[in-house]
């Protein structure tokens, strides 16, 4: 695997492999059925896996589409969001949460984030409402629930849509209430290293909206109603069979997996919450983080950075450029300083190892690993 390094107790940001193989012959049963069954597109093994899902989120209805940002793509769609509409998002997402917008000729524009929970500032996100707003995405970053009262009472008020960008958030939990019954429609991504990832592209679009739930399924699929009839032009972004096959197999496992995830950033808290150069990640109370990614805050990140990889420890940064002060955005016109909060958490943001397979004592070396590093930087800076 690309994401194994070359040194022997090497540490990996995420490890697929280790996942595989514990799951191997499910997974391998799996894939075969589908190609005994010539199951390719769409067709059974998408049907119940759209079922099980629909189940563990909470909504009536699920639909399985090619990857995460043609759910965002087609659930802007299905929630009537038109060209030449605005759509108002973060800058400190992967750009996929505001391409979606521009692949449906809308018009995305940006808010800043709460320093606090890296997520939606709704305060600023009222202030950014404009006559033409038409939607809102929400991003769980990292798996943590964006605050969504504050934003479902504005969107409520102001008749806004509001689509959850759950990429990162598979089985957050806001106010005791998964994320993905929040808002008009919640947006999926199954990418491999995703908390529920296939073997390949996949996403999916979950609602409560039956009517936002049949557009995104006719238009996932060509505007089909019938075999050949078309009610509008639509696209291709279905889901594979073998994909659904493998998501089926994994999501019986996510609970254990994500419980896994959240002991292991407890376990981080507690080896690191000493360190006066970091802040770690927090939690809402009431609420519960799925930990996709576990990102602390140093204002030595790239020194942490640099010294962790001489170590064979692969953190990452998510991400390094806010979406705003990125070439693709630089005709809307932001600069830097534009939004503040999302600025200095790309500065300072480091990702650390995790994944659910990852053991005590890998957690343990990563925390040393820190801990050296920072104790050498000080040294370094006196
Ligand atoms: C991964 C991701 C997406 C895009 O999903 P793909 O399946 O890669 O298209 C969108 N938004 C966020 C926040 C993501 O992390």
Known sequence: MANRMNIPDAIPLVDLTAQYESIRQEIDRAIAGVIRDTAFISGPYVASFEKEFASYCGVPHSIGVSNGTDALRLALLGCGVRPGDEVLTVPNTFIATAEAVGMIGASVRFVDVDPNTNTIDAT???????????????????????????????AAAKGIRVIGDAAQAHGAL???????????????????GKNLGAYGDAGAVVTKDAAVAQRVRMLRDHGRTKKYEHDVEGFNCRMDGIQAAILSVKLKRLEAWTERRRTLAAQYNALLQDLPDLRLPTETPGSRSVYHLYAIRTAKRDQLLAGLSKAGIGAGIHYPIPLHLQPAYKHLGYRLGSFPNAEAQSRETLSLPLYPEMTDAQVIRVA??????????ALVAD
């Open 174 to 192: 806001y106010g005791g209430r998964p994320i993905s019954a929040l808002g008009d429609a919640v947006c999926f991504s199954f990418y491999p």
């Open 124 to 154: 600023a996100l009222e202030r950014a409402l404009t006559p033409k707003t038409k939607a809102v995405i929400p991003v769980h970053l990292y798996g943590r629930p964006a605050d969504m009262d504050p934003i479902l009472k504005l």
């Open 368 to 377: 040393d690993s820190v801990r050296a590093v920072l104790a050498g930087s």
